[in-house]
């Protein structure tokens, strides 16, 4: 049995550790409620923008715009395609990061072409050690998620789409399905499918209405910001999912943490117990050879 | 006197959403008022100010980014990047900010750089623009 000092070091070191597996807890879940109200506020602006994107779109049923061309000209096998991956910028988050980059991993079994933009650290790194093939300049941290970060991001992209350098771009994220459970998922940024949008427009009457300057200017307007707010809320939700992936992990980590610190204890007790009985055997054993001397 | 019904939603909050008389919005190439009962359109706004007077006679102002506005059945909805009211503004950060973008425009850069900077030149000017009337 191991001596009680080594248990007692044993006890103190976790007792250590859960100081800090409980501390990030605490720090997740405030990130969590600020990251959480974030969304809240931008979905109003974003829900919005969906629907007039599906109006503009139900107006004008031919037009024949760059953000909807799918470039059918070149074959499947030769288009490039960006791939924004949001990670996150530490590991503790369970199986978080592990999700986001199985996926992008198998895009890139699947497709010659890509590029990847990645979003975070973790991701970063994990890249780079692979020698997987990422834009270095493409620079962002995953905290605190910014819209001004998300402009920057949906301007990086549309300038590469819009000159050709990438033919469709996608967004590898972490969406919060409940605030439970997490769901990573990969949607199509670019080019747009109308049939995304398409709502039922069955017995409502179309009204008229007049685009200015020109619908093309409009649609211009219009689908940059989509993107931004689309990447923001990517941004955002994978946040959130991230601090509770954490919040998850750390809550593990605390709670065998304790279960162990209980075992440990038991088995402290004991050794102490059996110590102390053994000096007691010990003494008395010797007072009685002290007293049949007599 | 005819009302229509207004919401200017911003990246981060509704701006305002009431029940107005008169609305006032920056366009490429000058001002547009809108008053009740417009034609159905989508228009492309850009930086600037916007002045709406309530049903109850108040006027509101504010700096709005860049976005669009749409009418349709007498109810108005603009969706910018921002907006904010004059008295939330700062003036010495939107006088830093156009000394910045005004230094940055002097020098070569790529194009989207370029439209970067004159945005945020634009915005800038807009914001002492407006706070000055205060």
Same mark, same amino acid.
């Given at each position: 049995? $191991? *001596?009680?000092?080594?248990? %007692?070091? @044993?006890?103190?070191? /976790?007792?250590?550790?859960?100081?800090?597996?409980?501390?990030?807890?605490? /720090?997740?879940?405030?990130?969590? +409620?600020?990251?959480?109200?974030?969304?809240?506020?931008?979905?109003?602006?974003? !829900?919005?923008?969906?629907?007039?994107? $599906?109006?503009?779109?139900? &107006?004008?049923?031919?037009?024949? &715009?760059?953000?909807?061309?799918?470039?059918?000209?070149?074959?499947?096998?030769? +288009?490039? @395609?960006?791939?924004?991956?949001?990670?996150?910028?530490?590991?503790?988050?369970?199986?978080?990061?592990?999700?986001?980059?199985?996926?992008?991993?198998?895009?890139?079994?699947?497709?010659? &072409?890509?590029?990847?933009?990645?979003?975070?650290?973790?991701?970063?790194?994990?890249? $780079?050690?692979?020698?997987?093939?990422?834009?270095?300049?493409?620079?962002?941290?995953?905290?605190?998620?910014?819209? &001004?970060?998300?402009?920057?991001?949906?301007?990086?992209?549309?300038?590469?789409?819009?000159?050709?350098?990438?033919?469709?771009? !996608?967004?590898?994220?972490?969406?919060?399905?409940?605030?439970?459970?997490?769901?990573?998922?990969?949607? %199509?940024?670019?080019?747009?499918?109308?049939?995304?949008?398409?709502?039922?427009?069955?017995?409502?009457?179309?009204?008229?209405?007049?685009?200015?300057?020109?619908?093309?200017?409009?649609?211009?307007?219009?689908?940059?910001? !989509?993107?931004?707010?689309?990447?923001?809320?990517?941004?955002?939700?994978?946040?959130?999912?991230? =601090?509770?992936?954490?919040?998850?992990?750390?809550?593990?980590?605390?709670?065998?943490? +304790?279960?162990?610190?209980?075992?440990?204890?038991?088995?402290?007790?004991? #050794? @102490?117990?059996? #110590?102390?009985?053994?000096?007691?055997?010990?003494?008395?054993?010797?007072?009685?050879?002290?007293? *049949?001397?007599? | 006197?005819?009302?229509?019904?207004?919401?200017?939603?911003?990246?981060?909050?509704?701006?305002?959403?009431?029940?107005?008389?008169?609305?006032?919005?920056?366009?490429?190439?000058?001002?547009?008022? /809108?008053?009740?009962?417009?034609?159905?359109?989508?228009?492309?706004?850009?930086?600037?100010?916007?002045?709406?007077?309530?049903?109850?006679?108040?006027?509101?102002?504010?700096?709005?980014?860049?976005?669009?506005?749409?009418?349709?059945? *007498?109810?108005?909805?603009?969706?910018?990047?921002?907006?904010? +009211?004059?008295?939330?503004?700062?003036?010495? @950060?939107?006088? %830093? $900010?156009?000394?910045?973008?005004?230094?940055?425009?002097? %020098?070569?850069?790529?194009?989207?750089?370029?439209? =970067?900077?004159?945005?945020?030149?634009?915005?800038?000017?807009?914001?002492?623009?407006?706070?000055?009337? /205060?």
């Amino acid at each position: 049995m $191991a *001596n009680t000092k080594e248990i %007692q070091n @044993r006890i103190k070191s /976790i007792k250590d550790t859960m100081k800090i597996t409980n501390a990030m807890y605490m /720090i997740s879940s405030s990130k969590l +409620k600020k990251a959480k109200m974030d969304l809240e506020n931008t979905e109003p602006y974003f !829900y919005t923008l969906q629907v007039a994107l $599906a109006r503009v779109l139900r &107006h004008l049923p031919d037009i024949q &715009h760059l953000y909807f061309d799918s470039r059918s000209e070149i074959p499947e096998n030769e +288009k490039r @395609r960006g791939y924004i991956v949001i990670t996150a910028d530490k590991g503790m988050a369970g199986a978080y990061n592990h999700n986001v980059i199985k996926i992008a991993e198998e895009e890139l079994a699947k497709h010659d &072409h890509t590029r990847l933009y990645v979003v975070g650290q973790v991701g970063r790194h994990y890249f $780079a050690r692979k020698n997987v093939h990422i834009d270095k300049h493409f620079q962002y941290t995953a905290q605190n998620p910014s819209m &001004h970060r998300a402009r920057v991001i949906a301007d990086t992209m549309l300038e590469a789409y819009e000159n050709g350098k990438l033919d469709e771009v !996608y967004i590898i994220y972490t969406k919060m399905v409940n605030s439970v459970t997490a769901e990573t998922d990969m949607i %199509q940024l670019l080019p747009f499918k109308r049939e995304d949008f398409s709502f039922s427009t069955g017995g409502v009457y179309n009204e008229d209405i007049k685009m200015e300057p020109s619908p093309e200017v409009v649609l211009d307007r219009i689908v940059p910001n !989509y993107i931004t707010g689309f990447i923001y809320g990517a941004l955002v939700e994978s946040f959130c999912s991230e =601090q509770n992936s954490r919040m998850m992990a750390m809550d593990t980590a605390t709670n065998s943490a +304790k279960e162990m610190l209980q075992d440990l204890n038991i088995k402290y007790n004991r #050794a @102490r117990q059996a #110590a102390i009985t053994q000096e007691i055997t010990e003494v008395v054993g010797g007072a009685r050879a002290q007293q *049949n001397r007599k | 006197m005819n009302t229509f019904y207004l919401r200017v939603v911003s990246s981060d909050k509704v701006f305002f959403e009431d029940k107005v008389t008169r609305f006032v919005l920056p366009l490429e190439d000058g001002e547009m008022g /809108i008053l009740a009962h417009h034609e159905n359109m989508v228009i492309a706004t850009s930086i600037g100010e916007i002045r709406i007077t309530t049903a109850d006679g108040r006027t509101v102002t504010g700096v709005v980014g860049e976005g669009f506005t749409q009418i349709v059945n *007498n109810r108005v909805v603009m969706i910018v990047d921002s907006a904010e +009211k004059p008295e939330d503004i700062d003036r010495v @950060r939107a006088k %830093q $900010a156009k000394e910045r973008a005004e230094e940055r425009l002097r %020098q070569k850069e790529s194009l989207k750089e370029y439209k =970067q900077t004159e945005a945020s030149l634009a915005r800038a000017l807009t914001r002492l623009k407006v706070t000055e009337k /205060i």
